[in-house]
């Protein structure tokens, strides 16, 4: 989260230097978006995602095998 932080710091400061400012921020942006914590939050979102499709999937598994079709669940 530090990390994110940062980032928002550099861009404001960076929008403010010009140019050089400019390189900075883009700088700023490789280093943080190649450190681990980016990554293991990345990859925290990824595998949760794959979890909802994956329990999505069988619900709708489920319901088309009972014959129920894509009726809303009330």
Do not use: C, H, P
């Not at 960076?14 to 883009?26: I, N, P, S, V």
């Not at 994956?54 to 009972?66: C, E, F, T």
């Amino acid at each position: 989260m530090g990390a994110m932080v940062g980032f928002v710091l550099g861009y404001v400061l960076g929008t403010r230097a010009g140019d050089k400012g400019w390189e900075e921020l883009q700088q700023s942006w490789r280093t943080i978006s190649s450190s681990e914590e980016v990554r293991d939050i990345l990859s925290g979102g990824l595998a949760t995602a794959r979890d909802l499709v994956r329990q999505g999937a069988a619900v709708m598994a489920d319901r088309l095998s009972q014959g129920g079709g894509l009726r809303s669940v009330a």
